[in-house]
């Protein structure tokens, strides 16, 4: 067998551009085994802190300053481990993890947030593998890149299931599994302490309704007194919870699930997040309930698009694509028509925006819907006729959202839509 020859990422002009920092990195020389990381990350000097770490560690780093670009990286490059700012120019790194996790093709990627953002506990019940915050000693770099490579090195994890009742606990062994995840599963909170001095645990599931221990003290102590960290831990439970032991359950859990009709397979969801479970490896039987939990085009259906092309031809190509996914299309093929249909149409949620139009170009067009009232948070991608050095930053300068390059990639504009579009 020959030489594996190095493979450059496919680079469509709108999004995977170098970085605007010009942080070097090695985008155009990954090979199929490579382990690659992806760097979400605006700061220079810090960017190439990381790019700098993942290679000591024997990664391949690609670094992505706008959170648009990275979601389109990830979904083309399929990294083995990602961090993640969440002050970005562009979107929220907040929705960033959220677009991750709710695709199953990349919610497997362990993420590290790294961040000078407050409250960065919000990422762990989002499925961040790991927080860390701003300024970052060398230690806690290190630490950050040791937690994400045991992720990445070890496939199979560790679940702890403390379940009081025989028949739910097999039951739940049978839906999570023990193929990727080893499962174990005890009745009582004294074998569940046995446990956990024996293995490590990677999540762990608490049934309320123990028999030899109040299930809130036990939680409470394995948070203070079991070297747990900030692993995930997830409450089920059958009964309802007063306000009290809600109260006292928030800071040591991640999440709380109340046993109903579809609380197994919430379960089911909930650790398989956790875990990092890659949906390839899972059975088709198991595959199709995160299918049906997490259908990303469920955030495109019902949307309202307007499209603003002079060219009829683009109108119907792009209209028959957004159609399928439930989008309502509605065109303007000058810049006054399309303000004017802003202003007359309610309930226009985004809009593709040509740049190369008549009398009005895109830019002077974009300019006077941001300086009309409401439309400052209105979702504007403009559409150019071909990349050229520099038509982004004037996209953005004069009120873009986002940016891109013709011949439209219906992926491209699919993943920017479900990344602007509110959830």
């Known amino acids: 067998m020959g030489e594996q020859q190095a493979v450059a990422v496919d680079e469509p002009a709108a999004h995977v551009e170098t970085p ?9 020389d990954i090979r199929p085994n490579d382990r690659v990381l992806l760097v979400i990350e605006d700061d220079q000097a810090f960017a190439r802190v990381l790019v700098d770490e993942a290679h000591a560690r024997g990664f391949k780093a690609v670094v992505a300053a706008r959170g648009a670009t990275a979601i389109t990286l990830a979904g083309q490059l399929r990294p083995h481990a990602i961090t993640l700012d969440i002050r970005l120019p562009d979107i929220s790194g907040w929705r960033i993890l959220n677009q991750l996790k709710h695709d199953l093709a990349t919610r497997h990627i ?10 960065l506990e919000h990422g762990l019940a989002r499925g961040a593998l790991g927080i860390a915050v701003k300024p970052l000693t060398r230690d806690a770099i290190e630490t950050a890149f040791v937690r994400l490579e045991d992720c990445v090195n070890r496939p199979v994890k560790n679940l702890l299931l403390i379940e009081g009742d025989q ?9 999570i599994g023990n193929g990727d995840v080893h499962t174990t599963a005890v009745a009582t909170a004294s074998e569940a302490r046995a446990s956990l001095g024996d293995q490590r645990v990677d999540c762990a599931v608490v049934d309320l309704g123990l028999a030899d221990e109040d299930a809130v003290e036990l939680i409470d102590r394995l948070r203070r007194e079991v070297d747990l960290g900030d692993r995930p831990l997830i409450v089920y439970t059958a009964r309802e919870l007063t306000p009290q032991e809600q109260d006292r359950l928030k800071p040591f859990t991640q999440s709380i699930i109340l046993n109903g009709p579809e609380a197994p397979e919430r379960l089911f969801d909930e650790t398989a997040l956790f875990l990092h479970r890659a949906i390839m490896r899972m059975p ?3 595959r199709r309930i995160l299918e049906r939990l997490h259908d990303v085009n469920a955030t495109l259906a ?3 698009v307007l ?14 694509v957004l159609e399928r996914y439930n989008v309502t299309v509605v065109s303007a093929e000058s810049g006054r028509e399309a303000i004017s249909l802003l202003h007359g149409l309610p309930g226009i949620d985004a809009v593709l925006m040509d740049i190369m139009l008549p009398e009005m170009d895109g830019y002077e067009t974009i300019r006077a819907i941001r300086g ?5 948070s209105l979702p504007i991608i403009a559409v150019t006729a071909k990349a050229m050095k520099g038509d982004r930053e004037k996209c953005i300068d004069a009120g873009a959202s986002d940016y891109l390059a013709k011949p439209i990639d219906t992926e491209q504009l699919l993943t920017l839509l479900r990344v602007w579009l509110p959830h």
């Open 302 to 304: 019902g949307k309202k």
């Open 307 to 320: 499209l603003v092309d002079d060219d009829i031809r683009n109108i119907y190509a792009m209209t028959s």
């Open 284 to 286: 088709e039987s198991r």
């Open 20 to 28: 605007a920092e010009e942080v070097d990195d090695d985008r155009h």
């Open 110 to 119: 362990p993420v590290h947030v790294i961040s000078a953002h407050e409250e």
């Open 167 to 175: 028949v739910q606990r097999e039951r739940l062994v049978e839906l």
């Open 372 to 376: 009309g009232a409401g439309f400052a």
